[in-house]
Antibody, heavy 120, light 107 residues
């Protein structure tokens, strides 16, 4: 059973950084691509970026390009999403989702979501 | 960025109804379009990928069609568990944008 498990909720102050992790179980992440998506309360889903796990190549939405880094630790099967210079508008639930075969573009497996709250 | 516009944004329907949700793209996305269902407080659930392929385990009352700039999601006979918000996502061009969502409510 393919499963993604994300790290727990975070409370951060404006201007700081947060790192959310996403660990795969039940499948090998090596051949996959992982996208990160966020959703503020009552708002639409918003695409942040993605990573091709075996190469480490990442692509980011222009809105986040200067503040986000997505990386992976292949030995541990974990993907990380770091968002810097946090502001209150970054308060949202952050999701990872995996495409188990790069290029198939089938994002059927999602993490449970991580609530990031940015507040002074 | 490719803009996805879903219509309607809100839809009121009854159990047993046939409903159709449209997703229009600001430029062609070939068939790289997925549909998700999301219930309050829950994770999005993939229904359809590649515009018309039903994800394993999804009931056959859901179907998708379209290509390039116009896509539809159809539920042939609404069931009580189908009342949720539906999103389309294009996976043709970065950034992989989402539609604004269609909230399906019980009439």
């Amino acid at each position: 059973q393919m499963q993604l498990v994300q790290s727990g909720p975070e409370v951060k102050k404006p201007g700081t950084s947060v790192t959310v992790s996403c660990k795969a179980s039940g499948f090998s992440m090596r051949d996959s691509a992982v996208q990160w998506v966020r959703q503020a309360r009552g708002q639409r889903l918003e695409w942040i970026g993605w990573i091709v796990v075996y190469s480490g190549n990442a692509n980011y939405a222009q809105k986040f390009e200067d503040r986000v880094t997505i990386t992976r630790d292949m030995s541990r099967g974990i993907i990380y999403m770091e968002l810097r210079s946090l502001r209150s508008e970054d308060t949202a639930v952050y999701y990872c989702a995996a495409d188990p075969m790069v290029g198939s573009r089938i994002y059927a497996s999602w993490g449970q979501g991580t609530l990031v709250t940015v507040s002074s | 960025d490719i803009q996805l516009t879903q219509s309607p944004s809100f839809l009121s329907a009854s159990v047993g109804d046939r409903v159709t949700i449209t997703c229009r793209a600001s430029q062609g996305v070939r068939s790289f379009l997925s549909w998700y269902q999301q219930k309050p407080g829950k994770v999005p659930n993939l229904l359809i990928y590649s515009a018309s392929t039903l994800q394993s385990g999804v009931p056959s009352r859901f179907s998708g069609s379209g290509s390039e700039t116009e896509f539809t999601l159809t539920i042939s006979s609404l069931q009580p568990e189908d009342f949720a918000t539906y999103y389309c996502q294009q996976l043709s061009t970065y950034p992989y944008t989402f539609g604004q969502g269609t909230k399906l409510e019980i009439k």
